[in-house]
């Protein structure tokens, strides 16, 4: 092969262009090689791609971080210094191996042509979406003892490597479509047969694994050397809390899932076998975009799906998995500097469920973790009503109830929830705002003020989220006597108290909708009367919003939320030209955003 020297002497201080073997020139044009090295040279673009460069110096007199990080981030030198920008290039030819000359001075560079091999080096780390992120495997990198930093690119490659392994599925009697006879892979509920589709996966989902497979690598090649053990900064600092930042990586406080089998991390449909939690934790977050990004990495690596909001002022999240899965995520949380002195795990609340209960993983960032409409710097989460533990609750909803006259008792029971939800399950004689959603909650307060004028407000939602900023908002109008909220929420209350003063279900914001801890029914279906709990997605795609409709009436074809929505459907279908989805159904027109209670 010709051997083409720079002429330029570029690089003489450093002798990367005198002393490096070039091999090889590559360009990116379809011209004639001969036109394309000429015109390339005038403008400046010619690149030299090497395969064995020495380094500048000897080697004896470089320390071992200067060649690990040379290693890691490529011989300088690669482009003749001076000759325009570097081209992206092709990678080597199968048959193209590189010249050698001499061990002494060799940095090896892989050959494309060994499939898995190019795959492992080459995999990316996760996609975080930030640029200003760390990603797992530089991060790990940057930690490593100095003499082990030339090990790195051995231990990604075998710790890529075990991770297929451990995906590998006999191949089925009569199949012979795999280019591996014999074995597929199965991953994330996928079926691949080839190599190519499992790296492929394995290197895009899975770069949290990864990561700990090559700290694992790692541990065990400093053991076998004689060298101090890897150490991954847990950021502790004399036993304080300190707030991670976009320095800190995502993945260093992730639980160790190396000693257990894919199938005891990933839940079925089998409600028995996987887990739902829901849970919250206000408090001062300084990045939330690093904490997003963690939570992203953290449920991703757990195989969890769900839906958490994260905001300055805090975290709000409900996420499914197996039981070993949702048990290892609130390790996680608990022990994570942020939220160790914070959250405890009694405020974790747990249901039957897994992942087939959400659709997918969504994490982000927003202004409040529960979407009230006021700023957090308005109404803040420090100055919420005095919270009453269930069996507190339990007791003041007694003496409510069992008072001789309802109009001169001085205390209201507030349903915090949306219409929907208080309408499946409720308090006995509690007050339910008619309301959609519970932005709409300030201005009901706003509008209601003589309602609340001198009472003991007892307030309840779901798993206590709502009320916590609900509270400080009727606390800060000045009307009220006092305001008290149920801790931990209904979830909590019925643990305790199953057959309590709570009837009927429990909604959630998921698949499954409800939750049964009794068996009353305290709903009843929109078309027949008859007493019905269940709900399902209005039929018409123009609305979308839950029905009751009992097993009879939807077998008479009775599917939308109510009878004007339904004669709207035919319409829909027939004319495709309709905007659809700004069409409002009936029953949203009849009720008023805002609700007046009569009782003023």
Same mark, same amino acid.
């Given at each position: 092969?010709?051997?083409?020297?720079? =002429?330029?002497? *570029?690089?003489? /201080?450093?002798?990367?262009?005198?002393?490096?073997?070039?091999?090889?020139?590559?360009?990116?044009?379809?011209?004639?090689? =001969?036109?394309?090295?000429?015109?390339?040279?005038?403008?400046?673009?010619?690149?030299?791609?090497?395969?064995?460069?020495?380094?500048?110096?000897?080697?004896?007199?470089?320390?071992?971080?200067?060649?690990?990080?040379?290693?890691?981030?490529?011989?300088?030198?690669?482009?003749?210094?001076?000759?325009?920008?570097?081209?992206?290039?092709?990678?080597?030819?199968?048959?193209?191996?590189?010249?050698?000359?001499?061990?002494?001075?060799?940095?090896?560079?892989?050959?494309? &042509?060994?499939?898995?091999?190019?795959?492992?080096?080459?995999?990316?780390?996760?996609?975080?979406?930030?640029?200003?992120?760390?990603?797992?495997?530089?991060?790990?990198?940057?930690?490593?003892?100095?003499?082990?930093?030339?090990?790195?690119?051995?231990?990604?490659?075998?710790?890529?490597?075990?991770?297929?392994?451990?995906?590998?599925?006999?191949?089925?009697?009569?199949?012979?479509?795999?280019?591996?006879?014999?074995?597929?892979?199965?991953?994330?509920?996928?079926?691949?047969?080839?190599?190519?589709?499992?790296?492929?996966?394995?290197?895009?989902?899975?770069?949290?694994?990864?990561?700990?497979?090559?700290?694992?690598?790692?541990?065990?090649?400093?053991?076998?050397?004689?060298?101090?053990?890897?150490?991954?900064?847990?950021?502790?600092?004399?036993?304080?809390?300190?707030?991670?930042?976009?320095?800190?990586?995502?993945?260093?406080?992730? /639980?160790?899932?190396?000693?257990?089998?894919?199938?005891?991390?990933?839940?079925?449909?089998?409600?028995?076998?996987?887990?739902?939690?829901?849970?919250?934790?206000?408090?001062?977050?300084?990045? /939330?975009?690093?904490?997003?990004?963690?939570?992203?990495?953290?449920?991703?690596h757990l195989h969890l799906t769900g839906k958490v909001r994260i905001a300055t002022e805090g975290i709000n999240g409900t996420v499914g998995g197996s039981r070993l899965a949702t048990d290892l995520y609130m390790e996680a949380m608990l022990s994570h500097p942020l939220f160790k002195n914070i959250l405890c795990k009694e405020d974790f609340k747990t249901s039957k469920?897994?992942? *087939?209960?959400?659709?997918?993983?969504?994490?982000?960032?927003?202004?409040?973790?529960?979407?009230?409409?006021? =700023?957090?710097?308005?109404?803040?989460?420090?100055?919420?009503?005095?919270?009453?533990?269930?069996?507190?609750?339990?007791?003041?909803?007694?003496?409510?109830?069992?008072?001789?006259?309802?109009?001169?008792?001085?205390?209201?029971?507030?349903d915090c929830r949306n219409f929907y939800e208080s309408k499946i399950g409720r308090f006995q004689k509690c007050l339910a705002p008619d309301i959609r959603k519970f932005s709409y909650f300030p201005s009901y307060v706003d509008k209601n003020l003589k309602l609340f004028k001198d009472k003991r407000v007892l307030m309840y939602c779901t798993g206590g989220i709502r009320?916590?900023?609900?509270?400080?908002?009727?606390?800060?109008?000045?009307?009220?006597?006092?305001?008290?909220?149920?801790?931990?929420?209904?979830?909590?209350?019925?643990?305790?108290?199953?057959?309590?003063?709570?009837?009927?279900?429990?909604?959630?914001?998921?698949?499954?909708?409800?939750?049964?801890?009794?068996?009353?029914?305290?709903?009843?279906?929109?078309?027949? &009367?008859?007493?019905?709990?269940?709900?399902?997605?209005?039929?018409?795609?123009?609305?979308?919003?839950?029905?009751?409709?009992?097993?009879?009436?939807?077998?008479? &074809?009775?599917?939308?939320?109510?009878?004007?929505?339904?004669?709207?459907?035919?319409?829909?279908?027939?004319?495709?030209?309709?905007?659809?989805?700004?069409?409002?159904?009936?029953?949203?027109?009849?009720? /008023?955003?805002?609700?007046?209670?009569?009782?003023?």
């Open positions: 092969m010709k051997m083409i020297e720079c =002429k330029k002497g *570029h690089g003489k /201080p450093h002798g990367t262009c005198e002393q490096a073997a070039v091999y090889k020139h590559e360009f990116t044009k379809n011209w004639s090689k =001969k036109k394309t090295l000429a015109r390339e040279k005038r403008l400046g673009l010619v690149e030299c791609r090497v395969a064995y460069v020495p380094f500048p110096g000897s080697l004896q007199k470089r320390s071992a971080a200067d060649v690990g990080s040379w290693m890691a981030q490529g011989p300088p030198g690669g482009t003749c210094r001076g000759q325009g920008p570097r081209l992206s290039s092709p990678p080597l030819e199968k048959d193209e191996a590189p010249r050698d000359l001499g061990q002494e001075n060799r940095v090896d560079v892989p050959a494309q &042509g060994d499939d898995l091999d190019s795959c492992m080096l080459k995999f990316p780390d996760l996609d975080l979406k930030d640029t200003n992120l760390v990603s797992p495997s530089n991060c790990l990198r940057a930690e490593l003892d100095a003499n082990m930093r030339k090990k790195y690119a051995h231990a990604k490659k075998k710790a890529f490597a075990l991770l297929v392994k451990t995906k590998e599925i006999p191949e089925p009697i009569g199949h012979s479509s795999s280019l591996c006879k014999g074995i597929w892979w199965t991953c994330c509920q996928q079926i691949f047969k080839d190599q190519i589709g499992i790296h492929r996966h394995i290197a895009a989902q899975h770069a949290g694994d990864i990561y700990h497979q090559t700290s694992s690598v790692l541990k065990q090649l400093a053991a076998e050397a004689g060298t101090p053990k890897l150490c991954v900064s847990t950021d502790k600092t004399n036993g304080s809390n300190v707030p991670p930042t976009s320095n800190h990586p995502v993945s260093a406080d992730f /639980p160790d899932t190396s000693c257990f089998r894919l199938d005891e991390l990933m839940s079925t449909h089998d409600s028995n076998q996987g887990v739902v939690i829901l849970y919250y934790c206000y408090c001062d977050v300084e990045d /939330p975009e690093w904490l997003c990004a963690w939570q992203k990495a953290l449920c991703q469920g897994g992942a *087939h209960c959400f659709p997918e993983l969504r994490v982000g960032v927003f202004e409040e973790i529960v979407p009230m409409g006021i =700023k957090p710097n308005v109404i803040s989460y420090k100055k919420p009503g005095i919270h009453l533990s269930p069996g507190e609750f339990h007791k003041e909803v007694e003496n409510y109830l069992y008072q001789g006259n309802q109009e001169q008792n001085d205390t209201i029971l507030l009320c916590e900023r609900g509270s400080a908002y009727l606390r800060a109008k000045g009307v009220c006597k006092e305001v008290y909220q149920l801790k931990g929420g209904i979830h909590k209350y019925l643990e305790e108290f199953p057959n309590g003063f709570y009837r009927g279900k429990l909604f959630v914001f998921d698949e499954r909708y409800a939750l049964s801890y009794n068996s009353d029914i305290v709903s009843e279906c929109t078309y027949c &009367g008859t007493q019905w709990d269940q709900y399902k997605l209005c039929s018409t795609s123009h609305c979308r919003q839950l029905v009751l409709s009992c097993s009879k009436c939807r077998e008479k &074809g009775f599917t939308a939320c109510c009878r004007i929505c339904q004669d709207k459907e035919g319409k829909l279908i027939s004319s495709l030209t309709e905007k659809s989805f700004k069409e409002e159904c009936d029953c949203t027109l009849k009720r /008023p955003q805002i609700p007046l209670e009569l009782s003023q």
